[in-house]
């Protein structure tokens, strides 16, 4: 059974920067797309960024665009998410997620087979 575990959050004024890390055990990870996922509070779960198995191809919401970059160690089995720049509006639980095939509504958890506990991230005005 697959396992993730995220760290790395916390309290950060904003402006500040954050990284991420989930690491991940129990499946192939060179074969899995993993994704950050961002919950506010009282709101679902949003896609904020992923990468490719295959190509390490990105994609990222806009609302992260030019601030947050994801990355992947296939060494390590870990992906880190560093998250710069950060806004009040970045606060919530950050979950990593990872799946067997590339859906191309990842950003609602579509595809996603293993999902980490989250780590809580709190950016202060």
């Known amino acids: 059974e697959g396992q993730l575990v995220e760290s790395g959050g916390g309290l950060v004024q904003a402006g500040g920067s954050l990284r991420l890390s989930c690491a991940a055990s129990?499946?192939?990870?060179?074969?899995?797309?993993i994704g950050w996922f961002c919950q506010a509070p009282g709101k679902e779960p949003e896609g904020v960024s992923c990468?490719?198995?295959?190509?390490?191809?990105?994609i990222y919401a806009d609302s992260v665009k030019g601030r947050f970059t994801i990355s992947r160690d296939n060494a390590n089995n870990t992906v880190y998410l560093q998250m710069n720049s950060l806004k009040p509006e970045d606060t919530g639980v950050y979950y990593c997620a990872a799946g067997n095939r590339f859906d191309s509504s990842w950003y609602r958890g579509y595809g996603m087979d293993y999902w980490g506990k989250g780590t809580l991230v709190t950016v202060s005005s």
């Open positions: 990468i490719m198995s295959s190509d390490g191809r990105t």
């Open positions: 129990g499946f192939t990870f060179d074969n899995y797309v």
